[in-house]
């Protein structure tokens, strides 16, 4: 700085300035910068979220309508309308599938249903000549004998008809088990009953899949079959 009257440069004058007023402005404006950036990233995946939904929903209609469905509604459809999107597109693809396998089943269960009446009728005669023959005076026991084994077969295979109607037409739990031991049990009793008047002991064979056996808990090398006679059969077949 040159005062009046010198020629010389005699001080310096040096001038400061507040930077708070700048530092606080600075700060606002990323506040709310991300401020804004959030709101932005919060409407957005609402957006997002919203449409999502909204795209969903025919599956979600779907889904709900399928777990009220059971076995026996053959008739039951998605009906999502007219197709819009692909989505609603799949739902009537589905329904159109759904029907064709509903006509192929019900005609299954109309065949089953004649099968079984015209397997029922003759059947029904066998047993009744059966029985009438039974009833003759000069009949000798072994004659009795095979006509009384004609009408037990007869009945066997009157409930197995029956059972296979039953399935059919759906009124048959397919999921039941029962156990091994009481399946070969019948088997032993129905052959030994069949086999009485027989000589000899009849030869059972109980038979599983290649590598294993009833009573194996997984593949091993167990014998594949057993034979065994009447008497200790029903013990042996358990595994």
């Given at each position: 700085?040159?005062?009046?009257?010198?020629?010389?440069?005699?001080?310096?004058?040096?001038?400061?300035?507040?930077?708070?007023?700048?530092?606080?402005?600075?700060?606002?404006?990323?506040?709310?910068?991300?401020?804004?950036?959030?709101?932005?990233?919060?409407?957005?995946?609402?957006?997002?979220?919203?449409?999502?939904?909204?795209?969903?929903?025919?599956v979600e209609v779907m889904a709900r309508r399928a777990s009220e469905w059971s076995a026996a509604?053959?008739?039951?459809?998605f009906d999502l309308g007219e197709p819009h999107d692909e989505l609603t597109r799949l739902g009537q693809v589905l329904d159109g599938l759904l029907a064709r396998?509903?006509?192929?089943?019900?005609?299954?269960?109309?065949?089953?249903?004649e099968l079984a009446h015209e397997l029922r009728t003759p059947l029904t005669v066998i047993r009744a000549e059966a029985e009438l023959a039974g009833l003759d005076p000069a009949l000798s026991l072994a004659q009795a004998?095979?006509?009384?084994?004609?009408?037990?077969?007869?009945?066997?295979?009157?409930e197995v008809i029956g059972t296979l109607l039953a399935v059919s037409r759906g009124q048959v739990n397919r999921d039941e088990r029962a156990?091994?031991?009481?399946?070969l049990d019948a088997a032993v009793a129905a052959v030994t009953g069949a086999a009485a008047s027989a000589d000899g002991a009849p030869e059972i064979v109980v038979a599983a899949s290649a590598g294993l056996e009833p009573g194996c808990r997984r593949p091993s090398r167990c014998v594949p079959s057993r034979r065994c006679s009447r008497t200790p059969c029903g013990t042996a077949g358990r595994g």
């Open positions: 700085m040159v005062l009046p009257g010198e020629t010389e440069q005699v001080a310096v004058a040096v001038v400061g300035v507040s930077l708070a007023p700048y530092q606080r402005t600075e700060t606002r404006t990323l506040l709310v910068g991300i401020g804004l950036a959030v709101l932005v990233v919060l409407g957005v995946s609402g957006m997002a979220a919203w449409t999502v939904r909204r795209a969903l929903r025919p509604d053959l008739d039951r459809r396998v509903s006509r192929t089943i019900l005609a299954e269960q109309r065949l089953t249903a004998e095979r006509l009384g084994r004609i009408t037990a077969s007869v009945d066997e295979l009157t156990p091994v031991g009481a399946v």
